[in-house]
């Protein structure tokens, strides 16, 4: 960190701070309520005391994270902690060496003379003098003087220590980050030291102490996920100029970054990236679940929103639901640890705080031998499960059974029929000492027979007469009273069935289910209309807590109940920053509704063809909209679990925000209605302009069909025009074909089809890419289109994109020299 202050300057500040040291003792700095960016040497930080980033975006002080007791130094977001009343941490110091309630009023955080930050406690033996439980391990000079170094929290949340003398860095967080990494950080390798930079996962919420899963950055240009540090598991693929290979989701899937960087020098390599907007909060985190995730705040929502996770689904991760468990998907489709049967949690506190590294142990030790049994578990991927494996060659089931009773240490026995050996009997495979890593897949997987202690019927041939009796009485008595119990507690929910609301809530989504009179009363008896489209009409409304909702009532939805909650959930899972957020439901016999946040900004059509609108969208604001709206539809294409095609893409189905930020709306209620979509949306006004080929060729739609309407819709963010107008003597005009006429056959610029209000005001390269991924997405033949994933790498820069040809009824058109007259200026 430089500093251009003058000698004499520096001299003052000097001599006015050694003056105020006079009056604290113990040098320290800060307040819990006024808090400086700065530490000179000699100073440190106690208790509440804390720095803060001159922005006021970070601060870095003492925390407790969830329900623990011990104390952290570490750094978070300022801004997000004081409206969620807990912190974020994106560094931690002390992680490996909590600081208990014991020690902590005696805890100390300081800048030693020679430029070293220490964190001290007082020593056991003598409460007088301190010992240090972490430290940069870094000096300078000896020489110098008291003055002679500085530590400093940045607008980037680095926290660096400086040499007032010369400006040279000490030190930097940045150098050693925990388990995140800002935008700015340099995430490298050193040829020298042998070393690289690391980000490691959280124990669990409740701890930071390095879990079991990191990455690092490898030398062979790509990042590397590892299991206890030592078994790799996942890669981001190489680096391939612009992004890693298997990351796209880095650059255009965020849709925040504006830059990436990979950079090889002489001592070493880095990556790091920046932001479009440095005042956002937004980093990216090794997650306890051994997930790499990036989350960025949204001020409208208050709460972090998660942009993309690697690797998905969390099945992927090696060995994340420990030792004898299995990972699967509840209804909600969400991935999910349990123990095998026969096996109980190792240790269930951390299990309520998602730490499943303890796996799960056996109730009841084997017998080994004969005596013990084995639970069949369908649907299993074999190939996944560790750590040893012995394939044998028997021709029947019952052999490999015995084969896997014969050996204490063999854990699980598969007669695999898929696999044979060179002598084409089938394969018997045998599992021993801990299983991880088990799949269980909703079907086409392998049947995995798990060896469990002898069976209740076989421990009860053993039991006494008057053993068995005494269970017996017991078990009778239990299920009378929890009947009596059960009755009553089904009494109570009846009667309040339907007098009051519910929350739903799995995993990350919180979906409210809504009484229909409690959203007649915050509609107004639905009286607000904001639109209406092929799934029903949407109205303006407002809860008790004075928060704007938009409501949406379907019509013609036909599942029943559960599998109507069912597929709501499912869309409630679905997060992105260009996708509008489901809040809840109502589904109340045919009353059926969908709760969404309200955006102020309306429609995109509103804003692309009111003529009589004051607020006319400019370039910059036009193109921001087709890349987050092509960034929505990339994650519903691409990063869902189940792909999830649109179906209905449109302005009215653009909605934006306060910031004019775009959101995809109505994603996931063509499956949810259970219609046929061609028969919803060729009876829809307006609708059919941008409807794909396939639409009437009855071949099977796919997401290509939503690049095509985007498309389409391109070309009206461009022109601000209707692709298709009826004129009064019948005909339909064509907007493409007059674009194509002014661009190709004419040989005019793409900005004679700009939006004339904008009076040509654009960028001519954006304004390029723009016109041309539109051509190409309105391709006649759809594996000539292009992924949404690869619009949004043209739209972003990324990917060079060449002139497209013109589609052979669009030609024809053109030569017949249709519309002309119609769009002319």
């Known amino acids: 960190m430089n500093t251009n202050s003058t000698p004499l300057l520096t001299s003052f500040l000097i001599a006015l701070f050694l003056c105020n040291l006079s009056f604290a003792p113990h040098h320290s700095i800060g307040t819990s309520t006024s808090a400086a960016d700065t530490m000179f040497a000699g100073q440190s930080l106690t208790a509440n005391q804390t720095l803060v980033s001159k922005d006021g975006k970070f601060e870095l002080g003492f925390f407790t994270p969830g329900n623990s007791q011990n104390y952290y130094m570490g750094i978070w977001f300022k801004q997000v902690a004081a409206v969620q009343k807990k912190k ?186 920046s932001l479009l907007s440095k005042a956002l909060p937004f980093y990216v985190f090794m997650d306890t679940s051994g997930q790499l995730k990036s989350a960025v705040w949204q001020a409208n929502t208050q709460d972090w929103t998660v942009i993309w996770t690697k690797p998905m689904p969390l099945c992927q991760v090696y060995g994340v639901c420990g030792a004898f468990s299995v990972c699967s998907k509840n209804n909600l489709d969400i991935s999910i640890c349990q123990c095998l049967p026969g096996f109980e949690q190792h240790y269930p506190k951390d299990w309520g705080l998602l730490d499943h590294s303890g796996g799960c142990v056996r109730r009841d030790s084997l017998q080994c031998g004969d005596k013990d049994s084995f639970s069949k578990m369908p649907n299993v991927i074999l190939s996944r499960i560790s750590p040893s494996v012995n394939a044998l060659a028997m021709d029947n089931a019952k052999k490999c059974e015995l084969a896997c009773l014969q050996n204490c240490s063999c854990s699980a026995y598969a007669y695999d029929t898929t696999s044979s050996s060179s002598d084409n009997s089938i394969q018997c495979l045998l599992w021993y000492g801990n299983l991880l890593n088990i799949e269980q897949l909703g079907e086409k997987g392998n049947d995995l027979y798990i060896r469990l202690a002898p069976s209740h019927d ?47 809530e799995e995993g990350y989504a919180f979906l409210t289910v809504f009484r229909y009179k409690d959203l007649k009363i915050a509609t107004k008896n639905f009286t607000d209309k904001l639109g209406s489209g092929g799934f029903g009409s949407v109205f303006k409304g407002t809860l008790p807590d004075s928060t704007a909702i938009a409501v949406k009532r379907l019509e013609g939805a036909s599942q029943d109940l559960k599998q109507f909650r069912n597929e709501v959930s499912t869309i409630g899972l679905i997060h992105h920053v260009n996708l509008v957020r489901l809040r809840g439901f109502c589904s109340e016999g045919r009353k059926t509704m969908l709760v969404y946040d309200h955006m102020p900004n309306g429609s995109l059509d509103k804003h692309l063809f009111n003529q009589n609108n004051l607020r006319i969208l400019n370039w910059q604001q036009r193109y921001q909209i087709a890349k987050g709206t092509a960034r929505g539809l990339a994650y519903l294409h691409e990063e869902c679990i189940d792909r999830i095609i649109h179906c209905d893409i449109k302005p009215e189905n653009v909605l934006l925000d306060a910031d004019l930020s775009p959101k995809v709306a109505d994603f996931g209620l063509a499956k949810l209605l259970g219609r046929e979509f061609s028969r919803v949306l060729t009876t829809v006004r307006g609708t059919v302009g941008y409807l794909a080929p396939e639409w009437t060729s009855g071949v099977p739609i796919t997401v290509k069909a939503d690049v095509y309407s985007y498309g389409m819709m391109l070309f009206e963010i461009i022109s601000g025009r209707r692709n298709l107008k009826s004129t009064k003597d019948g005909k339909v005009w064509f907007f493409p074909t007059w674009a194509a006429r002014k661009v190709v056959s004419e040989g005019q610029p793409v900005l004679s089809i700009l939006d004339s209000r904008l009076e040509g005001n654009a960028d001519n390269e954006e304004l390029n890419r723009a016109f041309r991924v539109a051509c190409w997405c309105i391709q006649e033949e759809e594996v000539q289109r292009p992924s949404m994933g690869q619009v949004v790498q043209i739209l972003e820069g990324l990917l060079e994109v060449n002139p497209p040809p013109i589609q052979r009824y669009l030609q024809a058109m053109v030569e017949n020299g249709e519309t002309t007259n119609f769009f002319s200026e």
């Open 88 to 273: 974020t941490i994106v560094w931690v110091a002390n992680r490996d060496k909590p600081i208990t309630p014991t020690n902590f009023s005696s805890s100390e955080f300081k800048l030693l003379e020679n430029g070293q930050l220490v964190l001290l406690i007082s020593a056991k033996s003598n409460y007088s003098s301190k010992v240090s439980v972490w430290s940069t391990d870094s000096t300078i000079s000896k020489t110098m003087n008291d003055s002679s170094a500085k530590v400093v929290l940045g607008y980037d949340g680095n926290l660096v220590v400086t040499s007032s003398s010369n400006g040279n860095i000490i030190w930097q967080s940045f150098d050693h980050p925990a388990h995140a990494c800002l935008p700015g950080a340099k995430f490298g390798y050193n040829n020298q030291t042998k070393k690289g930079n690391k980000l490691t996962a959280w124990k669990n919420s409740e701890d930071p102490s390095e879990g079991m899963y990191s990455l690092e950055l490898g030398l062979d240009e790509r990042i590397d996920f590892t299991w206890n540090h030592s078994l790799e598991y996942y890669t981001s693929g190489v680096w391939n100029g612009r992004y890693f290979s298997d990351f796209p989701e880095m650059q255009i899937g965020s849709g925040i970054a504006s830059s990436l960087e990979y950079k090889s020098y002489e001592n070493g390599m880095y990556f790091t990236y």
């Open 458 to 504: 076989q421990l009860g041939s053993r039991m006494k007469p008057s053993t068995k009796w005494t269970i017996v009485g017991v078990a009778l008595s239990g299920t009378t009273i929890l009947l009596g119990i059960t009755f009553l507690f089904l009494r109570k929910w009846w009667i309040k069935k339907f007098t009051r609301s519910q929350k739903l």
